[in-house]
């Protein structure tokens, strides 16, 4: 079985012969080392090493664009721009023109190899116009996510769907990506804080030349570990995400996003190491437990 699943988002647009060395200055990710076309995830940090967002890149022949999280396409567009002196770099909020769904399951290489995907990331022709699909693991294993203009997103879902594909509905994909303990940190609340705290590595680069809040990175790299670690809880009842984790009186981390469980509830936390075999987790009154492995 295939599933697809609509992801919001904003979308950054940037052009220019400036273009490849101004983002890399500006993101974590290493964004020279991509394939054309390639695509990684990346975040973009304060001067103190702190997620400011969280965001895919993707490199094209002609130009860089950014999937940003809903609502925050501007705030991302603010951020670079504070950065533009005599760069020749050219940004636009493209937003309402790409969607992205997510395909997953089973079955889901079988349908987008029908479109003659093979790997990483491929734009690829289509009969509804070009098609961007790149591997994503969004919680329902390996799983693909396709762009496509947004005025071809109803003959993509009309391939995919007599493909077999049958729609898994985003609240959905958020509890397994929660389960299968990926941090995003955008939902989880997790922006203000160190990408090595909260299980979000995947998008800094120790491999590339100078970048806002590499100096911090660098440092962290070197000492070898934070005092503070991603971990998913579960507890008896939904609490609001960024509510604080006690233990003996004393303030040891932070709950992501709550979602329910068959019984319970669980969510990913960021806790402090030495808090993790603590007996006497709590937050919002109610005790948590930690889930090994």
């Given amino acids: 079985m295939a599933f697809y699943t609509s992801i919001p988002g904003g979308t950054i647009r940037v052009t220019g012969t400036d273009r490849l060395d101004f983002v890399q200055g500006q993101v974590a990710q290493n964004i020279k080392a991509l394939p054309i076309p390639g695509g990684a995830r990346s975040m973009i940090l304060n001067v103190k090493g702190q997620i400011e967002f969280d965001v895919r890149i993707y490199r094209r022949a002609d130009d860089l664009y950014l999937q940003t999280a809903p609502d925050l396409s501007e705030a991302v567009l603010a951020r670079l721009q504070k950065y533009v002196v005599f760069d020749d770099v050219k940004l636009e909020d493209i937003s309402g023109q790409i969607r992205v769904l997510h395909l997953s399951g089973e079955n889901a290489f079988e349908v987008v190899s029908g479109f003659g995907f093979s790997s990483g990331t491929q734009l690829l022709e289509t009969n509804f116009g070009t098609l961007l699909v790149t591997e994503v693991n969004r919680g329902n294993g390996a799983g693909f996510d396709l762009h496509v203009l947004n005025s071809k997103l109803e003959n993509l879902l009309q391939t995919i769907t007599t493909s077999g594909a049958s729609e898994l509905e985003p609240v959905e994909l958020e509890r397994r990506r929660i389960v299968s303990g990926l941090p995003n940190a955008h939902t989880d609340g ?32 070197a000492r070898g570990h934070s005092n503070k670690t991603l971990a998913r809880v579960n507890l008896e009842a939904k609490l609001e995400s960024e509510t604080i984790v006690m233990c003996d009186g004393h303030e040891v981390g932070q709950l992501g996003h709550v979602v329910p469980l068959e019984t319970g509830f669980t969510a990913l936390a960021v806790l402090r190491i030495d808090a993790l075999e603590k007996p006497n987790l709590e937050a919002g009154g109610m005790r948590l437990e930690v889930q090994k492995g």
């Avoid at 990408?195 to 660098?218: N, T, W």
């Fill in 190 to 221: 997790f922006t203000g804080m160190l990408p090595q705290e909260c299980g979000l590595l995947e998008g800094v680069s120790f491999k590339k030349g100078c970048y806002v809040g590499q100096e911090i990175m660098a440092r962290l790299d």
